[in-house]
């Protein structure tokens, strides 16, 4: 089938997402087999699989970037995104489900809802995804239904409806019930392509009618036509059925749950069925806004139509043999190729020399597409991630851009000559083009390249490709907490510039308070008049905000949860320039900062430990010894789940300690929580002086 003939209708734009280890690729690998889009199974322990396919990615046997892919099933184009499940890619994540309609929230059979299926959980409710549940691993020990859905109630607040019991669990594990038409499915073939499909044994049967009556009366509920067919009636069609679960789920008022194990085969079809029967085509969602880049009031709509104008957001970048692609979603109008269009933050001309539907490692030409579709463009130059790409000579819209957490960790790399230096700098640039959450400075003092990004195992991955796949010879040192800095209480500040530049005269006063808020991101406010401060400079003085927001007076480090409000300010008739806004914007915080006082921040992570009982004592003393903060000590089948808020700075390596503490046998997840301000005790360590 050819894509350009898929009516929206048709199309799903869908991710997986799931807790590390959940089976996310292996899931993706048996959609992509018996969609008939693959030949051969991968599987992910033998570094084969489809989905995985950068090198450090097979060596790791986890998933880095998402991959974006492509295939048919019941005469729908889903377009797929492979997300990955680790925390140190949480941006990966984010932009994932900031472009998709719909997602697959895997769960283990028998670890449940862990701790990244929480995060990724949250993240999916932010932007509004309607999901489907998959219980994958049935077939393994331990693996049972009701926990996982309770679960999914207690810790998600979702509302789980169930479409299948399992025949048998572990080892037992033959197939599923289907409660909508009341059948049974036995997978009795060792690839799973073909099954038995047959009534309901005894055994069955009235568990199944038991769960078919709360689905009907679900389902009768959410919609008064159906209400009434269902009390005249006693009953309803497969059609209405699947018609009220589709609109219950994506009004995101349940999550259809279905059930099945990946790798022995066994229920993928059916999870098939449900993303084309259930989760939203891109017109079944609202309709995605965005503002004027001039004015940010003006907001306008992107109809997903042919009709209108172009409009696409470039959510990731990627670089590899083939060259530079970038992402793009499409929400309106149609990209030809060849197409000139324009970035809309920057307003640079960009050509899209090449439009690619994506495999995972290859690729097919198109020569144009439309609303709803996701596809990878060569000969783009500029547009990073996140920005809005517009048809040239229609009106501008910016689109939201995916949020990305502020960066945790940082580390110092020194090219070994100055050839390298150049090339690293070059290979710097592009990497943080690619990955949001990647950034790099030289220090001021110090003259060394930092690189900051989400946590050890990114860094690390960053250094690899620095070192193997762009061959730039450099030495990393040890990575490092990125600390922050913040005001203590509040302080007024007033800064003035005067200087003769380029026989021009520049003069502007600025005067402001600065104050704690509770929320990182710092905020702004000009309550000065008009009268006092032209709003023409208002651009120059935030410009002078984010200045000094950069580097706090302690360490040097960023600083967060400050408001500033400048609430007066001067300049002189003829002296009026930008360049005085923004400095005398700088020095009057850096005088407040000073007046206020500054603390220490430091990143605290979100931990959870699964340990056999029998290690969990030692885990909990090694986790004291940390300046831990255990908060809540539960049970997940027969393991112990310890939660805990962690400084990051006392976690280095603790990878390996956990291993040790329990012979391999306890494993962990952490992501950023909050910011929370260091010890005083602590800090000449970190400063390297003493501040007092
Ligand atoms: P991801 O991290 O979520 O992408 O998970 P993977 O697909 O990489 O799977 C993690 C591990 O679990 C691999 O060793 C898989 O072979 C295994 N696995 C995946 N699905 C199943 C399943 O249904 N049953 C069992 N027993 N193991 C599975
Ligand atoms: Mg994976």
Same mark, same amino acid.
């Given at each position: 089938m050819s894509a350009k003939n898929t009516p929206l209708g048709n199309i799903r734009n869908i991710g997986i997402i799931a807790h590390i280890d959940a089976g996310k690729t292996t899931t993706t690998e048996r959609i992509l087999y018996y969609s008939g889009k693959e030949h051969r199974m991968g599987e992910v322990h033998e570094g084969t699989a489809i989905m995985d396919y950068m090198q450090d990615e097979q060596e790791r046997g986890i998933t880095i970037t998402s991959a974006a892919t492509t295939f048919f099933w019941q005469k729908h184009q889903v377009n797929l995104i492979d997300t990955p499940g680790? =925390? %140190? *890619?949480?941006a990966e994540v984010e932009r994932s489900l900031r472009v998709l309609d719909g997602a697959v929230a895997v769960f283990c059979g028998v670890g449940g809802v862990e701790a990244q299926s929480e995060t990724v959980w949250r993240q999916a409710d932010r932007y509004h995804v309607p999901r489907v549940a998959f219980i994958n691993k049935l077939d393994r020990s331990g693996a049972e239904v009701e926990h996982v859905l309770q679960e999914m109630r207690e810790r998600l607040a979702a509302h789980p409806l169930q479409l299948q019991l399992p !025949?048998?669990? /572990? %080892? /037992? *594990?033959k197939g599923v019930i289907d !409660? !909508?038409?009341?059948t049974q499915i036995i997978y009795d073939d060792e690839t799973g392509e073909t099954f038995t499909t047959s009534a309901i044994s005894e055994e069955y049967l009235e568990e199944a009618e038991l769960h078919r009556l709360h689905l009907l009366e679900t389902v009768a509920e959410s919609d008064e036509e159906l209400m009434e067919k269902y009390l005249t009636e006693d009953t309803l069609s497969t059609d209405d059925i699947k018609a009220g679960i589709r609109k219950l789920t994506v009004d995101r008022k349940i999550t259809p749950v279905l059930l099945g194990s990946s790798l022995r085969n066994k229920g993928v079809q059916p999870l098939l069925d449900a993303i084309v029967d259930f989760l939203p085509s $891109?017109? %079944? =969602? $609202?309709e995605m806004t965005g503002h004027d880049p001039e004015d940010h009031n003006i907001t306008f709509s992107c109809k997903p139509s042919r009709k209108e104008p172009f409009c696409a957001l470039a959510f990731k970048i990627t670089d590899d043999q083939h060259g530079p692609l970038t992402f793009l979603r499409i929400y309106s109008g149609e990209l030809n190729e060849g197409d000139r269009v324009i970035v809309? +933050? +920057?307003k640079r001309k960009e050509r899209a020399s090449r439009i690619w539907r994506m495999h995972a490692d290859h690729r097919d030409r198109e020569k144009v597409v439309g609303p709803g579709e996701i596809v990878g463009v060569s000969g783009f130059k500029f547009a990073a991630t996140g920005d809005t790409v517009c048809a040239e000579g229609a009106q501008l819209i910016e689109l939201e851009p995916p949020k990305f957490p502020a960066t945790v960790i940082s580390m110092a790399v020194e090219p070994r000559s100055n050839d390298d230096r150049d090339k690293l700098m070059e290979v710097l640039q592009k990497l943080s083009r690619e990955d949001p959450t990647f950034n790099y400075r030289t220090d001021d003092e110090t003259g060394q390249l930092i690189l900051s990004g989400m946590g050890e195992l990114h860094l690390d991955i960053i250094a690899t490709r620095i070192t193997r796949d762009y061959k730039v010879a450099c030495n990393t040192g040890n990575p490092r907490v990125t600390y922050r800095e913040a005001v203590v209480g509040s302080g007024k500040g007033v800064g003035e510039f005067e200087q003769t530049m380029g026989g021009k005269d520049h003069y502007a006063k600025v005067e402001l308070n600065v104050s704690r808020i509770s929320s990182s991101e710092p905020e702004l406010k000009i309550s000065a008049p008009e009268s006092v401060i032209n709003p023409y400079s208002h651009q120059a003085i935030t410009d002078g905000f984010n200045g000094g927001c950069i +580097?706090? $007076?302690?360490?040097g480090y960023p600083i967060i949860q400050i408001a500033v409000d400048v609430t007066s300010g001067a300049t002189r008739e003829g002296w009026e320039s930008e360049v005085a806004f923004t400095a005398a914007t700088e020095a009057a915080m850096r005088d407040a900062i000073n007046k206020a006082g500054a603390e220490l921040m430091e990143p605290i992570m979100s931990l959870e430990v699964t340990t056999p009982d029998e290690f969990m004592g030692g885990i909990i003393h090694d986790l004291n010894g940390r300046r831990c903060e255990i908060q809540e000590i539960g049970d997940r089948g027969n393991m112990k789940v310890v939660h805990a808020k962690a400084p990051l700075a006392e976690m280095f390596g603790y990878a390996t300690v956990v291993r040790g503490l329990s012979t391999g046998r306890a494993s962990y997840s952490m992501e950023p929580f909050a910011f929370a301000p260091v010890p005083r005790k602590k800090w000449s360590d970190i400063l390297g002086y003493d501040p007092e």
């Open positions: 680790h =925390v %140190d *890619f949480t !025949i048998g669990l /572990e %080892d /037992e *594990f !409660i !909508i038409n009341m $891109p017109k %079944d =969602v $609202p809309s +933050s +920057s +580097s706090g $007076p302690l360490g």
